[in-house]
T-cell receptor, first 115, second 112 residues
Framework: GDSVTQTEGQVTVSESKSLIINCTYS????????LFWYVRYPGEGLQLLLK?????QKGSSRGFEATYNKETTSFHLQKASVQESDSAVYYC????????????FGTGTTVSVSP | GGIITQTPKFLIGQEGQKLTLKCQQN?????MYWYRQDSGKGLRLIYY???????QKGDLSEGYDASREKKSSFSLTVTSAQKNEMAVFLC???????????FGPGTRLTVL
């Protein structure tokens, strides 16, 4: 089957420090998966943070970056210097080439940024 | 831009009760989805609909019915509410063939 693994359930980091959230994926049904990071800020709905559809490419948004690594089947999310406003739950997700299919989500990583 | 509206925001029901959750979108998207999120877990697909009057089962469809009477709305019915299905239900939509999905704010279901 297809799956996404986020190993950290909760991460606490100090403001201005760097952050990395790990994501690895596994798929038996999707030849060329698309990879996504979604984010839920407190009190808000789930929204797309960034996406990458080509292996080897990097996506970026709001200071976050993620590189699609097909060799290691990873899509880690990184930010060089976090702010309190980055406190949120981050979800890694896997999707197929064709639309109209479900996204496969990881369990989410709750990030708390302390001042 | 557009918006996805889910009603109600909070739904409380009795065990065994039939409950309906509603979703409306004004993106004019063709495809709509219902996901369920249990506490501390990722989202799992219940049903999706590629176009009006179409229904496709997801991995978690047992115990649920869905209805897509028109392009802008997608309803989900819990046929007999159980305490182990207390969760947040998320509706999403996308352009047919597109890979991005846009999510609503969710309905939190509590079963007494």
């Amino acid at each position: 089957g297809d799956s996404v693994t986020q190993t950290e359930g909760q991460v606490t980091v100090s403001e201005s420090k760097s952050l990395i959230i790990n994501c690895t994926y596994s798929t038996t049904s999707i030849a060329y998966p698309n990879l996504f990071w979604y984010v839920r800020y407190p009190g808000e709905g789930l929204q797309l943070l960034l996406k990458v559809i080509t292996a080897g490419q990097k996506g970026s948004s709001r200071g976050f970056e993620a590189t699609y690594n097909k060799e290691t089947t990873s899509f880690h999310l990184q930010k060089a210097s976090v702010q309190e406003s980055d406190s949120a739950v981050y979800y890694c997700a896997l999707g197929g080439r064709q639309g109209g299919r479900a996204l496969i989500f990881g369990t989410g990583t709750t990030v708390s940024v302390s001042p | 831009g557009g918006i996805i509206t889910q009603t109600p925001k909070f739904l409380i029901g009795q065990e065994g009760q039939k409950l309906t959750l509603k979703c409306q979108q004004n993106f004019n998207h063709d495809t709509m989805y219902w996901y369920r999120q249990d506490s501390g877990k990722g989202l799992r697909l219940i049903y999706y609909s590629i176009t009006e009057n179409d229904l496709q089962k997801g991995d978690l469809s047992e115990g649920y019915d869905a209805s897509r009477e028109k392009k802008s709305s997608f309803s989900l019915t819990v046929t007999s509410a159980q305490k182990n299905e207390m969760a947040v239900f998320l509706c999403a939509s996308s352009i047919q063939g597109a890979i991005e999905q846009y999510f609503g704010p969710g309905t939190r279901l509590t079963v007494l």
